[in-house]
């Protein structure tokens, strides 16, 4: 069946570093990817989002390049802030289901 | 309305008793969708709605679990002789019409059970 599989955390970075989240996934046919986005204390976000292969989504900084050659979607930002620390949870949607499978999350802190 | 309403946010029971989630969808939305999201894990499908289709309750996790959804709107999940491993944030979450997984879902902030 469908998978996603998150590189596991936590990562801690430091204010600026460059931050990489791996995400790979396995699916039949060709679907959506997102990432999501738990702040503490709040619930998920939708963050950005890719729907065919080469697509790049981008929000706050955050990008993601969906490579259908590698079945990756790597979260990167060139630059992270103290306000980025939290979960992040990358997820594949199903065009024919329409269920969203998630991976396990990524927390992410950072420090000043 | 603006969001995906969820109550209560939290909820504290006693082992053995039934409790009740309740989800209002943004306005529109065909599609609702429960999920589990355990401490520190992902979060793991329970059921879905889209109009008046028979749900996929293929993520349910035993009997002790159902859900109900009036129309296209207000839904409840429901637990019945709650265990202490059902403590968990429930999620729900709506989008326009299945298959519309291109646009994502939006998400309710979540009820928080304990069960003790």
């Given at each position: 069946?469908?998978?996603?599989?998150?590189?596991?955390?936590?990562?801690?970075?430091?204010?600026?570093?460059?931050?990489?989240?791996?995400?790979?996934?396995?699916?039949?046919?060709?679907?959506?990817?997102?990432?999501?986005?738990?702040?503490?204390?709040?619930?998920?976000?939708?963050?950005?989002?890719?729907?065919?292969?080469d697509?790049?989504?981008?929000?706050?900084?955050?990008?993601?390049?969906y490579?259908?050659?590698?079945?990756?979607?790597?979260?990167?930002?060139?630059?992270?802030?103290?306000?980025d620390?939290?979960?992040?949870?990358?997820?594949?949607?199903?065009?024919?289901?329409?269920?969203?499978?998630?991976?396990?999350?990524?927390?992410?802190?950072?420090?000043? | 309305g603006?969001?995906?309403?969820?109550?209560?946010?939290?909820?504290?029971?006693?082992?053995?008793k039934?409790?009740?989630?309740?989800?209002?969808?943004?306005?529109?939305?065909?599609?609702?969708?429960?999920?589990?999201?355990?401490?520190?894990?992902?979060?793991?499908?329970?059921?879905?709605?889209?109009?008046?289709?028979?749900?996929?309750?293929?993520?349910?996790?035993?009997?002790?679990?159902?859900?109900?959804?009036?129309?296209?709107?207000?839904?409840?999940?429901?637990?019945?002789?709650?265990?202490?491993?059902?403590?968990?944030?429930?999620?729900?979450?709506?989008?326009?019409?299945?298959?519309?997984?291109?646009?994502?879902?939006?998400?309710?902030?979540?009820?928080?059970?304990?069960?003790?």
């Amino acid at each position: 069946g469908d998978s996603v599989t998150q590189m596991e955390g936590p990562v801690t970075l430091s204010e600026e570093a460059f931050l990489t989240i791996n995400c790979t996934y396995t699916a039949t046919g060709y679907p959506s990817l997102f990432w999501y986005v738990q702040y503490p204390g709040e619930g998920l976000q939708l963050l950005l989002k890719a729907t065919k292969a080469d697509d790049k989504g981008s929000n706050k900084g955050f990008e993601a390049t969906y490579r259908k050659e590698t079945t990756s979607f790597h979260l990167e930002k060139g630059s992270v802030q103290v306000s980025d620390s939290a979960v992040y949870f990358c997820a594949l949607g199903s065009g024919n289901t329409g269920k969203l499978i998630f991976g396990q999350g990524t927390t992410l802190q950072v420090k000043p | 309305g603006a969001g995906v309403s969820q109550s209560p946010s939290n909820k504290v029971t006693e082992k053995g008793k039934d409790v009740e989630l309740r989800c209002d969808p943004i306005s529109g939305h065909t599609a609702l969708y429960w999920y589990r999201q355990r401490l520190g894990q992902g979060l793991e499908f329970l059921i879905y709605f889209q109009g008046n289709s028979a749900p996929d309750k293929s993520g349910l996790p035993s009997d002790r679990f159902s859900a109900e959804r009036t129309g296209e709107s207000v839904s409840t999940l429901t637990i019945q002789r709650t265990q202490q491993e059902d403590s968990a944030v429930y999620l729900c979450a709506s989008s326009y019409r299945t298959g519309s997984a291109n646009y994502g879902y939006t998400f309710g902030s979540g009820t928080r059970l304990t069960v003790v």
